[in-house]
């Protein structure tokens, strides 16, 4: 299945940064692809990233940005592609080994559980009965538009997925007040690995 969803690069040029040039490295994606099973998370993607350029990528959720990334650090391998940072092919190289800084986000669902699971645990902490928690999971998962997605564990989720889980879970009780904490998005910055 291919990802129906279009990523868009942005590149923005610092002046700044690139005075500092020799301490940012070259990155360039090859015709990457990544697949989980029949799952395209992301599709024959080619760009190159110059040193002491800013790079944005945006994109719907669910469209590979984070899966971007996540094949950049080395947390996950290309499918089919290759990825060079400073010309050089990273195949090889472990992610402890390629010298990055990365930010993190994380919306505290139970990794254990499915997306079922996790929406129908505060239901269940108040009692309420099979027939209306399936009835108000059903209508929360439409809500938040993870139809599909249901039986998916919180690690095979994209992050905006797994924010929407987190809302859901957050409102499927109907709870009289609603507390939010706005958390960093990812964003990722290279050096050039020793020779
Ligand atoms: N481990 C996995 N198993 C199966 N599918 C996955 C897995 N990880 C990601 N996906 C799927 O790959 C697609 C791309 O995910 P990715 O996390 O890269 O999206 P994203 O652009 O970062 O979205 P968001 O804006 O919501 O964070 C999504 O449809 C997601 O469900
Ligand atoms: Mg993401």
């Known amino acids: ?17 690139l005075e500092n040039g ?33 790079l944005t990528i ?15 650090a080395g947390f996950v391998a290309p499918t089919k592609g290759d990825i060079l940072i400073s010309g050089k092919s990273v195949a090889a ?20 559980l499915t997306v079922r699971r996790n929406l129908e645990f505060p239901l269940e902490m108040r009692g309420i009965k099979a027939a209306e928690k399936a009835m108000r999971v ?7 538009h993870l139809n599909d997605y249901g039986d998916r564990m919180p690690s095979q989720l994209s ?17 009289p007040i609603l507390r939010s904490t706005n958390r960093s998005e990812r964003s990722i910055a290279i050096r050039p690995a020793p020779d």
């Open 22 to 54: 020799p301490d940012s490295a070259e990155i360039e994606f090859r015709r990457v692809t990544k697949t989980y099973g029949a799952i395209a998370a992301i599709e024959d993607v080619s760009l190159a990233v110059r040193g002491g350029e800013f």
């Open 93 to 112: 190289v472990p992610s402890y080994r390629r010298d990055q800084g990365i930010v993190f986000q994380s919306y505290a669902l139970f990794p254990h």
């Open 138 to 144: 059903n209508r929360m998962l439409q809500r938040v």
């Open 1 to 17: 299945m291919l990802n129906p969803y279009p990523m868009t690069a942005l590149v923005h040029v610092e002046d700044e940064v």
């Open 58 to 72: 945006l994109g719907p959720s669910g469209s590979g940005k984070t899966t971007a990334l996540m094949l950049l």
């Open 159 to 175: 992050g905006g997925q797994q924010q929407r889980v987190a809302l859901a879970r957050a409102l499927i009780a109907d709870p």
